[in-house]
């Protein structure tokens, strides 16, 4: 582990031991990072909006070393974007695991999805909520602690079972109205903002309106209109 505060990556080691005792878990040093020693999964979190061009080009250099990443930036529009772009630098070295459900091209990268970015949504632990020191620090930091937007990006030299043809996921959240919901759906054709009515998928409505784990379905449409669907795994 790595990281500009000696005292975090003291944490993320202990946070870790303790969390898998038996993961090897240590800091690593300047060599290592400078070398060419392979790397079996790399995990790097909330750089791209942190770290100079210089030192961006030396984690990408990492990408090179490694068979697996799990890449992880905070939900707004600008680090989505970035890490889009970090997507489509590596999508012909790596097969794409997650969050898209296909090889092709980023379909945000369309014109007509210039407004929208790739995010998701993260519940928080609930403990937070009865810890005032929380409460206090969301407060402070203008923070709704009851949602954690992020964006990620899962990859692997190998190929792992993929989705079946015609999945898709919902990009952010879907959003509910008085009988009817609307969703950001993404999958290998691209990106659109599709309609579901309650006359037409009932069970469906009620599954968006209050969503639970991921949001991957395989849709029954007609152009922009869901007509239904169901909830759909890896």
Same mark, same amino acid.
């Given at each position: ?97 997650? @969050? ?10 369309? @014109? ?61 959240? @879907? ?60």
């Amino acid at each position: 582990m790595w990281d500009h505060s000696p005292l975090a990556a003291d944490f993320a080691v202990d946070a870790a031991g303790a969390a898998f005792p038996h993961l090897a878990a240590e800091q690593v040093t300047p060599g290592f990072l400078a070398g060419g020693e392979p790397i079996g999964l790399l995990v790097i979190s909330h750089v791209l909006n942190e770290l100079t061009a210089a030192e961006l080009l030396a984690v990408r250099g990492l990408t090179a070393r490694a068979a697996a990443i799990l890449w992880v930036e905070p939900g707004t529009n600008e680090a989505s974007r970035a890490l889009i772009e970090v997507r489509e630098q590596l999508r012909e070295r790596f097969h794409i695991v997650a @969050p898209c459900t296909h090889q092709q091209n980023c379909g945000l990268l369309a @014109p007509k999805n210039a407004r929208h970015w790739c995010h998701h949504f993260a519940d928080p632990p609930p403990a937070i909520f009865g810890d005032y020191t929380w409460v206090k620090f969301g407060r402070r930091a203008r923070i709704d602690l009851r949602s954690l937007p992020y964006s990620f990006l899962a990859l692997a030299r190998e190929a792992s079972p993929s989705a079946e043809a015609g999945q898709a996921r919902v990009i952010g959240r @879907p959003r509910a109205y008085k009988g009817f919901a609307r969703v950001l759906s993404c999958d290998g054709a691209g990106v659109d903002e599709l309609m579901v009515q309650k006359r037409d998928a009932p069970e469906l409505f009620k599954d968006l309106r209050d969503p639970t784990g991921a949001l991957l379905y395989r849709w029954r449409r007609e152009g922009d209109r869901i007509l239904d669907g169901e909830k759909a795994t890896r």
